[in-house]
């Protein structure tokens, strides 16, 4: 399980640079940005705590997790990266965040919506599980309609079946 | 202002009633051989698909008129528009595969005389079995009355005629009915010309797409926006009246069903709840409301009067997703997917939610099950690799594949329960397309939309 998990995760690190290379107009999807948490200048500078930019620099990839197909469980690199997150929502207590649930494009619209709901409340309960408060998390579920990687194949599917925590306030 | 205009016409059409169709033919008998040089052209010209069992000839010469006058229908007049209604009759009788029409581009016109006596010498000898006439007269209110003929050339008979009075924004409706008199004539079946369909129409990158609410007639024309793209738009159907739409939109943030009124342009959610709700369906009487709601992830299906009020009845309660739903003509039951098996599967109970059973059981997974208008078949989406359009007669017996591409999805049926629509999706960029096929599976086309689409719902045949 946790060595399938990694190679998932290379192989969506190897998918997103190659897909920079080639079309880097129609990249950007809203929500994440993708500015690689730079080494060099340390804490002045850098988003402000709380926020949604600092949340992603923190988590360094772990604000997302990913499932096999139609598949919901949390595996232990997921459980890792929800640890992370669970720290952060505990260090802020103010921040309420929400888990957005996604689907691949192989299934159903209707199923898929269903899917990215249960996928996004396994991540939620098992935050909830390490503490944070319920009421500060929502989730919502996109189904297959807000992909990230945009090939129609395996290593796409794998990096679009995901769920993402978002901080807001 | 497009908005309003369409909707009087679409009021204005519930108006449209049948009345007989008679035309003022003079006593005599004008000479057979009145041809307009210019229009002749050979039958073979616009056939395309040459099945052996694609063998009813069809003439449809254009509609004759008693006077060209003007008619806000088209801009030069009746015997223009008379060109008009006959190629939508031919539009529509063209690949369904059970006829090989010629339309009046490559015909001689008939005068307005010959509607109620052709020229039978004429049609013989272009090898046309069958002759559709009709004719369009402008009233003094500008209504239009439209008159439809079909003829057997060998035996030189009448088969049926009717006619019909209609605002000059339906002339359209008025050849659909003419295609749908001729349809149900030759075939058998029930017709389905005159519906409408709505749908998503798609727009943009595949990582940031627009999905709007929109509606078309069932050959594409009168084309309508309804939703402006804002809000992600998904699932819509047409209530059986044709008054409202269910939808799913995410214009709060989060996945709600709306019902949208098409005379007062308002909407409203079809139930409060903190929760998604997706999915709706409509029962055959328009008075309830299927959804299906997520709660902690798992889903349920439920029931609502769709008029409002009254508490919901939920319909499930297996753990996992039970999603979708399609009422049986008679109402009394609802076929829907599941996955508490493992995965997708079809299952049908009855509409209070008792005697849930699986029906499919043929390996894959099955998934968007609906209930043919005419109860005998249900058809659905297959997955075993690639997404597939396949039907299952209600016992889960008799799989057949209707489609097979990379990823078809979300059948939706002709009202008629002859022909299947459904979108299919272009691997790699995504792109959306609404196609349809008809049972026998070998009559297969592209429905041509503004832009993308998807998520196809037939509605039923206008009164």
Same mark, same amino acid.
């Given at each position: ?22 079309? *880097? ?15 060099? *200048? ?128 | ?463």
């Amino acid at each position: 399980m946790n060595k399938i998990a990694i190679a998932v995760t290379l192989v969506g690190a190897l998918t997103l640079s190659a897909c920079k290379k080639e079309a *880097p107009a129609d990249l950007p999807p809203p929500p994440q940005d993708q500015t690689a948490p730079t080494p060099t *200048p340390p804490p002045q500078t850098g988003p402000v705590p709380g926020t949604q930019e600092h949340f992603t620099q923190q988590m360094q990839g772990r604000d997302t997790i990913y499932f096999d197909t139609d598949k919901f469980d949390i595996d232990a690199e997921d459980q890792a990266a929800l640890r992370q997150q669970a720290q952060y929502l505990q260090q802020f207590a103010n921040v309420r965040a929400t888990v957005e649930g996604h689907a691949d494009e192989r299934g159903t619209r209707e199923y898929n919506l269903a899917l990215g709901e249960r996928r996004a409340n396994a991540a939620k309960n098992y935050l909830v599980s390490l503490g944070v408060p319920a009421n500060r998390i929502t989730v919502v579920s996109y189904g297959k309609e807000r992909p990230v990687a945009l090939g129609s194949n395996e290593q796409a599917w794998a990096r679009n079946r995901r769920a993402v925590t978002i901080v807001l306030n | 202002m497009l908005l309003r205009s369409v909707l009087i016409a679409a009021a204005l059409s519930l108006f449209a009633a049948p009345v007989a169709a008679q035309v003022a033919a003079p006593a005599v008998n004008p000479p057979a051989t009145i041809v307009i040089p210019e229009d002749e052209g050979g039958l073979s010209g616009t056939v395309t698909d040459e099945s052996a069992w694609q063998d009813l000839g069809i003439a449809i010469p254009a509609f004759a008129t008693n006077r060209d006058g003007p008619t806000p229908a088209n801009s030069q007049g009746t015997s223009a528009l008379g060109v008009e209604l006959a190629r939508v009759i031919f539009g529509d009788l063209r690949n369904n595969g059970l006829f090989r029409p010629v339309g009046p581009d490559s015909l001689p016109r008939p005068s307005y005389p010959q509607i109620t006596a052709p020229a039978w010498s004429t049609w013989q000898g272009r090898a046309a079995e069958m002759l559709v006439h009709g004719y369009v007269r402008a009233g003094d209110d500008d209504r239009l009355t439209v008159g439809c003929y079909l003829y057997d050339v060998q035996l030189q008979q009448e088969l049926v005629r009717e006619g019909w009075v209609v605002a000059p924004t339906d002339w359209r409706r008025a050849a659909h009915k003419c295609a749908d008199l001729v349809y149900s004539r030759l075939s058998g079946e029930s017709p389905f010309f005159d519906s409408k369909i709505a749908y998503i129409a798609e727009t943009g990158p595949k990582d940031n797409r627009v999905k709007r609410l929109a509606i078309m007639d069932s050959d594409g024309a009168n084309h309508r926006f309804i939703t402006n793209g804002q809000a992600t738009a998904l699932t819509p159907r047409y209530s059986p009246d044709y008054s409202k739409i269910a939808y799913v939109s995410y214009l709060n943030g989060y996945a709600r069903i709306y019902v949208y009124d098409i005379g007062t342009g308002r909407q409203t959610l079809v139930t409060e709840s903190p929760n998604p709700t997706f999915a709706p369906r409509w029962s055959p009487d328009g008075r309830r409301l299927l959804y299906s709601m997520a709660v902690g992830g798992n889903t349920d299906i439920y029931s609502v009067s769709a008029a409002g009020g009254g508490s919901p009845q939920r319909l499930t309660d297996a753990p996992g997703i039970d999603v979708g739903g399609s009422y049986s003509p008679d109402g009394s039951r609802i076929v829907f997917e599941s996955d508490r098996s493992g995965n997708q599967q079809i299952y049908v109970m009855n509409v209070d939610g008792s005697n849930q059973r699986r029906i499919s059981f043929f390996g894959g997974r099955a998934a968007t099950p609906e209930w043919s208008p005419r109860g005998d078949q249900i058809a659905f989406t297959h997955i075993a690799g690639d997404l597939r359009i396949a039907v299952m007669s209600p016992n889960g017996g008799g799989l057949r594949h209707l489609t097979d591409s990379w990823q078809d999805e979300a059948p939706t049926w002709a009202p008629n329960g002859r022909i299947v629509q459904f979108f299919r999706t272009q691997r790699n960029s995504g792109e959306t397309s609404i196609w349809q096929v008809d049972l026998t599976g070998r009559n297969e086309r592209r429905l041509a939309t503004p832009v993308g689409a998807s998520d196809p719902a037939w509605g039923p045949v206008l009164p």
